[in-house]
């Protein structure tokens, strides 16, 4: 369904505009992923954009199925958003490519609320090693496919420190977040510390 692509493709440039700088990932027995970075002036702060591309090129499928529907079943991009000129945060490419290589490799879905951790940090020096998955629908709308084939949905990724990541596993995503917005938590800041969890 590599015709998926130039349509996701059109949808994050008329969302983010064009990409700046673009790379692409394969691993072994999956197809490429490319992460594609867009550059945005938000009211003066400099915002940097990271897209994964070819995550949705197939569906996700339900580890417990026997057979992989090769049409059917939820399609999804992720989406990253930081600070510019606070870190390294190029390297992220890897970690993204992986986390968007997780369904085809692992069988994962990546739905809201999941928490997808990348064994070490996001990018060099980060306080994060892990991403809590957002609701869809604010940067990027879905892309909506011809029957069939299920929307694609840009899922934001909101990086989570090893606290967080542990506090959100025991009271749920809905908690964390609620914690974030209550202490102006600013989850672009790609040095933030962990917000009070007492």
Known sequence: MAEVLPLVEARLTTALGEPDARAAVTFLGTDRIEVLRFQEDLRGEHVLRYATLGMSAHPMTDPTATLADPVQGPRAELVLSVRAGLADTDKVLRALAVLAASPQVEGLIVAPGASLDVGGPLWPGAPFTSVLVGEPGGLVEDLVLDAPLDPVRFLPLLPMTPNEAAWKRVHGAQALQER??????????PHRVSVPLD
């Open 180 to 189: 974030w917005l209550a202490n102006g938590t600013d989850l672009r800041d």
